[in-house]
């Protein structure tokens, strides 16, 4: 299938992007690498009056370490991120989800931006930035506001909450300190394909590394991204264990919201979601996983 008619405007800057978002609102939507917007387009999911280039706006592609945060911008490439020193140091987790995303044909035209503001349930990257707590700067003519993860994706499918002439401008994440461990655990059924499911997750241990503080577990493949938090309230001051890892993977299997399509069924994304969460815990703590 291919998309329905639609006007192309290229913006120079962002205050003109926002502009023509402001002018157009509903029947707009900005386009960067049309990694994302591209297939939504030729499946008839989304069908704008207009697309608007925002790839000459330079001032969005950037990634530097700022005040504590990881500073990415909206139109940073997934390859960027993904050969990024600063990236590999300070959130070691989204290199990791990065590989994951398609081909690397995929990756040198996807952005991070692109993929946050149409929130694939099948997408990396927004379960794990609901995983690394990242905040979202959003603009529009009315003004700038920043957005927690937890509010941006708020259980949305294929849309975030940012309103008709918001646009994302950048994403900033804490810096990882040496007491948190990343996990991470995907499964496609070819290699390059969406996911089938997914889980991302930080464990912030003592400084022995003995008992888990507190934990960060996002889900992805299912109805929409989400964090499960009651399996995090599970292992907050636990001991990791191949079992106490097992009891959170199952509490997320139970909390995460799956529905059944022709990769299979409900019943069938819990047990994968369950047994992805043990692998990326267990990967977290660096322990051997079973199952």
Known sequence: MKPFPFEYRIAETTEEAVTLLADEGSEAKIIAGG???GPMLNYHLVRPDYLIDINRATELNYIVEEGGFLRIGATATEVDIENSALVRQHVPLLVTATTHI??????HRGTIGGSVAHNDPAAEYPATLLALDAMFDVVSLRG???LSATDLFADRFLETTADVDEMIVGVAIPISTPTMRPGFAEFQERAGDFAT????TVLTMN????QIVSAAIAAFGGLYPARLRAAEDALAGAEPSVETFSEAAAAVGAEFAVGSDVHGSARYRRRLIEALAKRALAEAAALQPTG
């Open 144 to 146: 700038r506001r920043t």
């Open 35 to 37: 990694q994302s917007l």
């Open 207 to 210: 400084e022995a590394g003995n």
């Open 102 to 107: 398609g081909f690397p044909s995929i990756r």
């Open 197 to 200: 499911a997914g889980v991302s």
